[in-house]
């Protein structure tokens, strides 16, 4: 899309409002963000005789919102890419960087029932199973329509989606593969809230298209993968506890069961008004490596994975499906150093949950993270992280072989720069 037709819409958009009904709000932000990343041993091991990576990665997202009483409109559009990815003096951009993250439009039949449709980022709880992953500058997003239900604090959502990766005149067949990739989706998501605890419930199907024959290109149906579960928060005296249980059933493959869990449970605390504690563990079911009847791999689908088992990103970003699982205990603290500034320690133990072949120790490795937080200014924040794994032989064979004796560490810092452009409320602008 050219810039021409981004400043059009800006345009259409600010008139259309303008010259409607008075009870509405118009809001503009920028959210522009450039990480530099020096990568030995990130996402995997780091193999011999190589060389460390180095690059930078810059998003800018603009956001658009209408708001009148019965509709909401939001669009963000943006560019994702790597300096340098773009030859100077082209007359368009050639690496196809720039997309649309989300547009939908809500209608609001009552105070209580809505319908939100279109490209939409869908986040619930600690977005372990949906989330918008906002770690990875591109984002996640559904293609999706949901029914939602509010009053007072119960929450009630249905969402479906169904996939087609061009238009056709017969047929239905998806083509687009991916782990993530699904052809149709449904879901239904609860939630109550009380004065100082919540529970919800998520039950989610997805379904993947197979294929099948010599070339793995023959359509062969779809497989349906089912999430049933619930996460929740409650305190005990000074600490406040959350955690979550989910199942996982149905086919990974035409031919192949899926039984597979989740468990995990956190305690935070505040030892005083500048350092909080947590201590945690999770449990993600896995198949042994020698084996098995059934796929026993929780696959956490949607979520955002980059948050929960350590920014080096070795297990679920991108990798780590249908594989032994993994047992983490973690422990946290947050250190606040200033009235704009704070200090993260994070310390990761991993083990393969399920076993690894000739009865290996399941000790995978472990993780330290640190990561250092600034406000510099209104709208403007500064990040700076490092990321070391301490891996063992073991993680070797979850990682294709590559050895585990090399150094393996991720330094960042990234520039997060978030300002408000425009917001009216065009009532008043029309008086």
């Known amino acids: ?62 956001n658009i919102g209408y708001s009148a009483k019965k509709l909401q409109f939001f669009m963000a559009i943006q560019d994702v890419g790597i300096w340098g990815d773009t030859r100077q003096l082209l007359p368009n951009d050639g690496n196809d960087s720039f997309s649309l993250y989300e547009g939908w439009t809500q209608l609001h039949f009552n105070e209580n029932w809505s319908t939100r449709l279109g490209r939409q980022a869908i986040a619930y709880d600690n977005q372990r199973i949906f989330g918008s992953f906002d770690g990875a500058m591109q984002g996640r997003f559904h293609d999706a329509a949901i029914i939602k239900y509010k009053k007072n604090d119960f929450v009630l959502d249905f969402g479906g989606a169904f996939s087609q990766d061009q238009a056709r005149n017969e047929g239905t067949v998806f083509n687009i593969r991916g782990a993530f990739t699904y052809k149709s989706m449904q879901y239904a998501y609860l939630k109550k809230t009380w004065k100082k605890s ?162 290996t120790s399941k000790y995978l490795g472990t993780e330290i993270d640190l990561m250092y937080s600034h406000k510099l200014m209104p709208s403007v924040k500064l990040l700076v992280g490092y990321s070391h794994m301490f891996a063992s032989k073991s993680m070797s064979l979850v990682k294709g072989g590559r050895p585990n004796d090399n150094t393996n560490n991720l330094g960042w810092v990234q520039l997060i720069v978030k300002p408000k452009l425009f917001k009216a409320d065009l009532g008043k602008l029309t008086k």
């Open 1 to 62: 899309m050219a810039t021409q037709n981004i400043l059009g819409i800006l345009f259409f958009l600010l008139f259309f409002t303008i010259n409607t009904s008075r009870a509405q709000t118009f809001e503009v932000e920028a959210d522009a963000r450039a990480r530099f990343e020096y990568r030995h041993g990130f996402n995997n091991l780091f193999p011999d005789n190589a060389k460390p990576a180095a690059l930078v990665v810059q998003r800018t997202r603009l």
């Open 198 to 359: 919540s529970a919800s419930f998520l039950f989610l199907n997805t379904g993947f298209q197979n294929f099948t024959g010599e070339d793995n290109t023959t359509p062969n149906g779809v497989s349906y993968r089912q999430t049933t579960g619930s996460y929740f928060k409650f305190p005990i005296q000074d600490v406040q506890m959350v955690g979550s249980v989910y199942y996982q059933s149905g086919k990974a493959d035409p031919t192949t069961n899926i039984g597979a869990y989740q468990i995990s449970l956190e305690g935070t605390t505040s030892i005083d008004e500048t350092i909080k504690c947590g201590l945690g563990f999770e449990l993600l079911s896995g198949t042994d490596q020698d084996g098995d009847s059934k796929n026993r791999s929780f696959f956490p689908l949607y979520g955002s994975n980059h948050r929960f088992n350590g920014f080096m990103d070795y297990f679920y970003v991108r990798n780590h499906a249908n594989d032994v699982g993994l047992n983490t205990v973690f422990a946290k603290t947050i250190i606040t150093t200033g009235k704009k500034s704070n200090l993260l320690f994070k310390g990761h133990y991993f083990a393969a949950n399920a076993n690894l072949t000739e009865n």
